[in-house]
């Protein structure tokens, strides 16, 4: 597959051109670590398309990526999965809908919510696997949708932070059921496409997604995708104007060049195979160390251990993984998350087998796995966000509204809505997660 982002650039460094125009680098300045990257890094001169408005070699770049993934129109952000979910609920702020959303969401929809003022109504696990993850049931979400008195969306997050995946599908049928849009946030998915079997969201029936390139592929952070299913939901420059009311006007050459590469790789069969490798090697991993360690369902690159199943503190084998020169994802007391890729090596599996074979954990209780809380609503999002504001300790905030969303990043997902009451339930579970004050409505 071609990459005219990617030779575009490399070629305008070869001609050694005067630059005559931003960035001030001329690429020539900056930190020595960053030189090539710097004489690769450019503006929207003659040639270089423009994004917001992408008729070039941009817009050629993003077809080769709507065409790996299926899509009607698959657009590039360098503001990650968070400017896709802006723009997302801007197009439905436009065409009018109701947003319906599953609660464990990530706070970059709660602050896209405080930017448009949209309202949201949230549907709760039935089971909740501490406060990032959770089974929904599609009952629930067809009860709200029979109530709307308007068109609506519907807003998921798959795979979720521990890697569990909702059931994309039958949201699908759903959704269409009730002339509703399905929204999802697929930021830890962009390699779902490319499996064995078909579980992208799109594949799947999702009308519009996003995926964060930088989380499981090779693009660079802050490059995201956002995919529109049918070319009879919205035109294209529609999304791009909702785009650009967010984005910034100067979005990253390197990150868009990233994403043009990220096309050549996911073409070639050597990433399938690179990827097939890396999901033997995970399987192979979760057969020999089951039972010992639990492991949670969901996406295969996600290798997600439950701790509390296994009688350890996630924070434990954490640590234990760093002073061997480890990096996890993500640990809390219950869950350790290892995200892989097709990137990882044997070396990374063998390195990562032996730890997990010599580690020898302190039994622990790792306490009650929380629930997201379901506090009192008392006013809107936007309305508690924007207002005036002080920050409290934790432990005195009870009976004061919520303000900001406070949550630890990673995982981001918010305890406590701004516009909620905090009480005591909300407060244990701040406490669960480390969180020491709160930002409250004065
Ligand atoms: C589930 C989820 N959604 C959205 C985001 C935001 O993605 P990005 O960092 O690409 O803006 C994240 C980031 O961690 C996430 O975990």
């Not at 998350?337 to 599996?349: H, I, K, M």
């Given at each position: 597959?071609n990459?005219p982002v990617y030779d575009f650039l490399?070629?305008y460094?070869?001609?050694d051109?005067?630059?005559?125009?931003?960035?001030g680098?001329?690429?020539?300045f900056?930190?020595?670590a960053?030189?090539?990257?710097t004489t690769?890094?450019?503006?929207?001169?003659?040639g270089?398309?423009s994004?917001f408005?992408?008729?070039?070699?941009?817009?050629?770049?993003?077809r080769?990526?709507a065409?790996?993934?299926g899509t009607?129109?698959t657009?590039?952000?360098?503001?990650?999965?968070t400017?896709?979910?802006?723009?997302?609920?801007?197009l439905m702020?436009?065409?009018g809908r109701a947003?319906?959303?599953a609660?464990?969401?990530?706070?970059?929809?709660?602050?896209?919510?405080?930017?448009?003022d949209?309202p949201?109504?949230?549907?709760?696990?039935r089971?909740s696997d501490?406060?990032l993850s959770g089974?929904?049931?599609?009952?629930?979400?067809e009860?709200?949708l029979q109530?709307?008195t308007?068109?609506a969306?519907?807003?998921?997050t798959?795979?979720?932070y521990?890697?569990?995946?909702?059931?994309i599908?039958?949201?699908a049928?759903?959704c269409?059921?009730y002339?509703?849009?399905?929204?999802?946030?697929?930021?830890?998915?962009?390699?779902?496409?490319?499996?064995?079997?078909?579980c992208?969201p799109?594949?799947l029936g999702?009308?519009?997604?996003c995926?964060?390139a930088h989380?499981?592929?090779?693009?660079?952070?802050?490059?995201a995708y956002l995919?529109?299913?049918?070319?009879?939901?919205?035109?294209?420059?529609?999304?791009?104007?909702a785009?650009a009311?967010?984005?910034s006007?100067s979005?990253s050459y390197?990150?868009l060049?990233?994403l043009d590469w990220?096309n050549?790789?996911?073409?070639?069969?050597?990433?399938?195979?690179?990827l097939?490798?890396?999901?033997?090697r995970?399987?192979?991993?979760k057969?020999?160390?089951s039972p010992r360690?639990?492991?949670?369902?969901?996406?295969?690159?996600?290798?997600?251990?439950d701790?509390?199943?296994?009688g350890?503190?996630?924070l434990?084998?954490?640590?234990?993984?760093?002073?061997h020169?480890v990096?996890?994802?993500?640990?809390?007391a219950?869950?350790?998350v290892?995200?892989?890729?097709?990137a990882?090596?044997?070396?990374?599996f063998d390195?990562?087998?032996?730890?997990?074979?010599?580690f020898?954990?302190?039994?622990?209780?790792?306490?009650?796995?929380?629930?997201l809380?379901r506090?009192?609503?008392?006013?809107?999002i936007?309305?508690?966000?924007?207002?005036p504001q002080?920050?409290?300790?934790?432990?005195?905030?009870?009976?004061?509204?919520?303000a900001?969303?406070?949550v630890?990043?990673?995982p981001?997902?918010?305890i406590?809505?701004?516009?909620?009451?905090?009480d005591?339930?909300?407060i244990?579970v701040c406490e669960?997660?480390?969180i020491?004050e709160i930002s409250v409505?004065q």
């Amino acid at each position: 597959m071609n990459t005219p982002v990617y030779d575009f650039l490399i070629q305008y460094a070869e001609r050694d051109p005067v630059r005559l125009h931003m960035p001030g680098h001329k690429g020539r300045f900056g930190a020595p670590a960053l030189q090539r990257a710097t004489t690769l890094d450019l503006t929207e001169i003659t040639g270089a398309d423009s994004l917001f408005e992408a008729e070039g070699i941009l817009a050629e770049s993003e077809r080769n990526a709507a065409s790996l993934y299926g899509t009607a129109y698959t657009f590039y952000s360098c503001g990650g999965s968070t400017l896709c979910i802006q723009t997302m609920l801007l197009l439905m702020k436009q065409q009018g809908r109701a947003v319906l959303a599953a609660r464990n969401v990530h706070r970059a929809f709660l602050n896209a919510c405080v930017l448009l003022d949209l309202p949201v109504q949230w549907i709760y696990p039935r089971e909740s696997d501490g406060i990032l993850s959770g089974t929904y049931d599609l009952a629930d979400f067809e009860a709200a949708l029979q109530q709307q008195t308007r068109p609506a969306c519907v807003y998921v997050t798959s795979p979720d932070y521990l890697g569990r995946m909702a059931d994309i599908a039958g949201l699908a049928e759903l959704c269409h059921r009730y002339h509703a849009k399905l929204l999802v946030d697929n930021a830890h998915g962009a390699h779902l496409a490319f499996l064995p079997w078909r579980c992208h969201p799109i594949q799947l029936g999702a009308d519009y997604c996003c995926d964060s390139a930088h989380k499981m592929l090779s693009g660079l952070t802050g490059t995201a995708y956002l995919h529109v299913r049918s070319d009879i939901d919205v035109e294209p420059e529609r999304v791009r104007d909702a785009m650009a009311m967010f984005g910034s006007t100067s979005p990253s050459y390197l990150m868009l060049a990233s994403l043009d590469w990220c096309n050549r790789e996911l073409a070639s069969p050597l990433f399938r195979k690179q990827l097939e490798e890396v999901l033997d090697r995970i399987q192979q991993l979760k057969c020999r160390f089951s039972p010992r360690y639990c492991f949670v369902d969901g996406d295969p690159m996600h290798l997600t251990i439950d701790a509390a199943a296994g009688g350890f503190h996630g924070l434990e084998l954490a640590a234990y993984l760093e002073q061997h020169e480890v990096f996890v994802e993500y640990a809390d007391a219950f869950h350790v998350v290892l995200l892989c890729s097709a990137a990882n090596t044997d070396r990374d599996f063998d390195i990562l087998e032996q730890l997990l074979e010599r580690f020898s954990p302190t039994p622990a209780e790792s306490g009650e796995k929380y629930a997201l809380p379901r506090p009192e609503k008392v006013c809107g999002i936007r309305e508690a966000a924007l207002a005036p504001q002080e920050i409290v300790p934790i432990g005195e905030s009870s009976g004061r509204i919520c303000a900001a969303v406070k949550v630890p990043c990673p995982p981001a997902v918010p305890i406590v809505l701004s516009g909620e009451r905090i009480d005591a339930r909300c407060i244990a579970v701040c406490e669960a997660y480390g969180i020491t004050e709160i930002s409250v409505v004065q």
